[in-house]
């Protein structure tokens, strides 16, 4: 019921930039938080920035300085600007959003289907 839509993805050479969109839609109550998680190939998925209802952020160690993440509440958007992007920086980018359907339910964690990242010469 709830959809998670990821755009922006794509090819960048090292040192370029990149700007992802995920726009949230369907039963929603309200949002906790939103943000963006990344998977490489044989590794884990990371956190790569979020933000909170308050507008709080926090971002990777490897992301600091070159990624700024950003919404817009009113359309229930999260964006994630990718500035000096490395090569390490190649991988599945997953939109996520903590979401309360109804006022009296828990919230709950809900996914984009991702979009691919990659960053080479």
């Known amino acids: 019921q709830v959809q998670l839509v990821e755009s922006g993805g794509g090819l960048v050479q090292p040192g370029g930039s990149l700007r992802l969109s995920c726009a949230a839609s369907?039963?929603?109550?309200?949002?906790?938080?939103m943000g963006w998680y990344r998977q490489a190939p044989g590794k884990e998925r990371e956190l790569v920035a979020r933000?909170?209802?308050?507008?709080?952020?926090d971002y990777a160690d490897s992301v600091k300085g070159r990624f700024a993440i950003s919404r817009d509440t009113a359309k229930n958007t999260v964006y994630l600007q990718m500035n000096s992007l490395k090569p390490e920086d190649t991988a599945v980018y997953y939109c996520?959003?903590?979401?309360?359907?109804?006022?009296?339910?828990?919230?709950?964690?809900?996914w984009g289907q991702g979009t691919q990242v990659t960053v080479s010469s």
């Open positions: 933000i909170t209802s308050g507008g709080s952020t």
């Open positions: 996520n959003a903590i979401i309360s359907k109804y006022y009296n339910e828990a919230s709950r964690n809900y």
């Open positions: 369907g039963r929603i109550f309200s949002i906790n938080a």
